[in-house]
């Protein structure tokens, strides 16, 4: 006998869900919505920044033009070692020192003089030296460079482009003054350009020159140049490095996630960022086709240029990790 179909129980009508009232809406003046008209004669203009509008003066112009280019072009090495200035602090005692070796005044020369005159006018035996002071005059510091009797020059960063190299080339120590007048002021002058100590008599002074001069020897190893911070031993190859471009322009590293320096053993590592003694550069890219690319082509090369690197690259994937 066949099985009865089992019937299915429908399920329980579902309650009668009543709407629900949704509230009034506010009405009034001061929920009516205003929207501004800016046509002639109707609502005033929000404030703008109207600074691409301004017809600036001319010497505004200039002196922003002037800051761009001097942030895009390359600065050779000769020039741009005066913008590596001395220590404030080293400043001070290098002047405290070189304020006891300031030469004499009119005055105390004829007082000097006079005071000899009179012991050899007497018969007695003058001891009395010359007293050692500091030396003026960019000739004259020039031939005690050519002849190896400074022991420390001081050059003002404002002229005299080719002394730090008769300084280099005669192993002599030499610093960066950012002002000529300060240099000035102790040859009793407005202005000097640079000044050469030729000897000192105290320790004290040995030790404050020797401070000025990067805490090294009074003479340097061949090849070697004292710059203006600490650690001031520079060689060679690290002046050739400061010659470089400071501010990529921006259409320039547009197209690049990132470019790295570095030697043979470890290029492209974010470690070896800007090392200045690079063989080799990577840069890393993620446009691979387009105007972007190129920028990026051609910003490598100019950071290539800029180290003094051998070879370069554009690699077209993510900057690793540093």
Excluded at 39 to 67: A, E, F, H, M, S
Aim: glycine share 6%; aromatic share 8%; net charge positive.
């Amino acid at each position: 006998m066949p099985k009865a179909a089992k019937s299915k129980k429908a399920p329980p009508p579902t309650p009668y869900a009543e709407p629900k009232s949704k509230k009034p809406e506010p009405t009034g003046p001061v929920w009516e919505a205003k929207p501004k008209h800016f046509g002639i004669g109707q609502d005033i203009l929000p404030k703008r920044n109207l600074t691409r509008y301004v017809r600036w003066p001319k010497y505004v112009r200039i002196q922003r033009q002037r800051k761009v280019l001097y942030q895009r072009l390359k600065v050779p090495p000769s020039i741009n070692q005066f913008t590596n200035k001395l220590d404030k602090n080293v400043q001070t005692n290098l002047f405290k020192l070189l304020h006891k070796y300031r030469p004499e005044s009119k005055a105390e020369k004829k007082e000097r003089l006079q005071a000899s005159a009179e012991k050899v006018e007497k018969g007695e035996a003058d001891e009395s030296k010359k007293p050692l002071f500091i030396k003026c005059g960019i000739h004259h510091i020039t031939k005690l460079c050519e002849q190896k009797k400074a022991q420390l020059v001081v050059i003002a960063a404002d002229l005299v482009i080719w002394l730090p190299a008769v300084c280099r080339k005669m192993d002599i120590p030499y610093c960066i003054i950012p002002s000529k007048a300060r240099i000035g002021a102790l040859v009793h002058q407005k202005n000097a350009t640079a000044i050469a100590l030729t000897g000192d008599e105290d320790e004290d002074d040995t030790a404050v020159r020797m401070q000025a001069c990067g805490e090294a020897p009074a003479m340097p190893p061949k090849g070697y140049v004292y710059a203006a911070t600490c650690p001031p031993l520079a060689n060679d190859d690290e002046q050739r490095a400061l010659c470089r471009r400071k501010i990529l322009a921006a259409h320039l590293l547009d197209g690049a996630t990132g470019w790295y320096v570095g030697t043979v053993q470890h290029f492209g590592v974010g470690s070896s960022w800007r090392q200045p003694d690079a063989t080799h550069i990577v840069m890393y890219s993620q446009k691979e086709t387009g105007t972007k690319h190129l920028a990026g082509r051609v910003a490598c090369k100019l950071a290539a240029d800029n180290y003094g690197a051998s070879e370069w690259w554009l690699l077209l994937e993510p900057a690793p990790e540093s």
